[in-house]
C-alpha cells in the first residue's frame, strides 16, 4: 500500500463574486510509496505549494480524497489532522521557523512537549537529534547566533525528533548558499539512504531536484511528469 495515495484531488480557492473560481489543483492522482525520494517543481503559481500543504495536512481538498498510510485524511477533523501531523509527518521550510529566543535542543524538542513527552527524555532524543545533523556542539545556541545553513540543520533535526514517516520540505535551500545546499541535501539523501524515510521536497531548483530518484512536475494544477529525475545538477550528488 502506498505511503501516499491521492485520488482525483482538486482544490479550488475563494474568488470575487461573478470571477471564475480558480483551480489551483484539478483532479491529480498519484502514489509515493513509503521511502521514495520525490521532488515536486513546477512554475510560480502552478499549485507545487497547495499540493505540499494538501500532503502535510495543513490545507483541505476541495473534491477527490487523499489516503496517508491507508487513512482517508479527508474525512478527519480539524484536531485529528493535527495529531496526523505530529505523530507522522516532519516539515522542514524555507524559513526555518525556529524560535529565536529558545535554544537549538529546546527548538528541537517542541514536538514532543506537544505529545506529552517527560522533559528529560525531550532532551534526550533532541540531543540525539542534533549528533545526527552534526550540531552536537551547539545544544545551548540560539538561532539567531547560529548561520543560516546551522538553522536549517536544527530545523531538519525538529523535523526528525518524532521519528515521522514522511518528511515534507518546502524549498528548504531557498535561502542558502550553493555549498550550504549542498550540506543540506547531503543529510537529505542520507536520511533517504540509510533510514528509509519518505522525503518529498518543492524546489524551483534543478540542483536540488536532482538529489530526487523521482520528479513531478505541475502545470496549471495538472501533473505533467510524473518519472525519473532527469536533471543534471551543476553541484555534486555523490
Known amino acids: 500500500m502506498p505511503l501516499?495515495?491521492?485520488?482525483?484531488?482538486?482544490?479550488?480557492?475563494?474568488?470575487?463574486?461573478?470571477?471564475?473560481v480558480p483551480q489551483a489543483l484539478n483532479s491529480v492522482t498519484l502514489n509515493i510509496e513509503q521511502g521514495e525520494f520525490v521532488a515536486i517543481m513546477g512554475p510560480s503559481g502552478?499549485?507545487?505549494?497547495?499540493?505540499?500543504?494538501?500532503?502535510?495536512?495543513?490545507?483541505?481538498?476541495?473534491g477527490g480524497h487523499y489516503y496517508l498510510d491507508g487513512r482517508d485524511v479527508t474525512t478527519l477533523a480539524p484536531d485529528e489532522l493535527a495529531l496526523v501531523r505530529n505523530q507522522t509527518i516532519g516539515f522542514v521550510f524555507q524559513g526555518f521557523n525556529l524560535l529565536k529566543r529558545i535554544s537549538a535542543l529546546d527548538n528541537v524538542g517542541l514536538p514532543l512537549l506537544y505529545s506529552n513527552i517527560p522533559k528529560s527524555e525531550r532532551r534526550s532524543r533532541a540531543a540525539a537529534m542534533l549528533e545526527l545533523t552534526g550540531l552536537g556542539r551547539y545544544l545551548h545556541s540560539l538561532p539567531n547566533r547560529m548561520s543560516g545553513g546551522?538553522?536549517?540543520?536544527?530545523?531538519?533535526?525538529?523535523?526528525?525528533?518524532?521519528?515521522?514517516?514522511?518528511?515534507?520540505?518546502d524549498e528548504p535551500t531557498g535561502n542558502l548558499d550553493t555549498h550550504t545546499s549542498r550540506e543540506i541535501m547531503e543529510i537529505f539523501?542520507?536520511?533517504?539512504?540509510?533510514?528509509?524515510?519518505?522525503?518529498?521536497?518543492?524546489?524551483?531548483?534543478?540542483?536540488?531536484?536532482?538529489?530526487?530518484?523521482?520528479?513531478?512536475?505541475?502545470?496549471?494544477?495538472?501533473?505533467?511528469?510524473?518519472?525519473?529525475?532527469?536533471l543534471s545538477p551543476r553541484i555534486n550528488t555523490n
Do not use: F, W
Open 4 to 20: 501516499i495515495q491521492l485520488d482525483r484531488i482538486s482544490k479550488q480557492y475563494p474568488s470575487a463574486a461573478e470571477q471564475p
Open 46 to 62: 502552478s499549485g507545487k505549494s497547495t499540493l505540499m500543504n494538501l500532503i502535510g495536512c495543513l490545507d483541505t481538498p476541495s
Open 150 to 169: 546551522q538553522q536549517q540543520r536544527v530545523a531538519i533535526a525538529r523535523a526528525l525528533v518524532n521519528q515521522p514517516r514522511l518528511i515534507l520540505a
Open 189 to 230: 539523501q542520507t536520511l533517504h539512504k540509510e533510514q528509509g524515510i519518505t522525503i518529498v521536497l518543492v524546489t524551483h531548483e534543478n540542483d536540488i531536484a536532482a538529489y530526487a530518484k523521482r520528479l513531478i512536475r505541475i502545470v496549471d494544477g495538472a501533473v505533467v511528469y510524473d518519472g525519473k529525475t532527469n
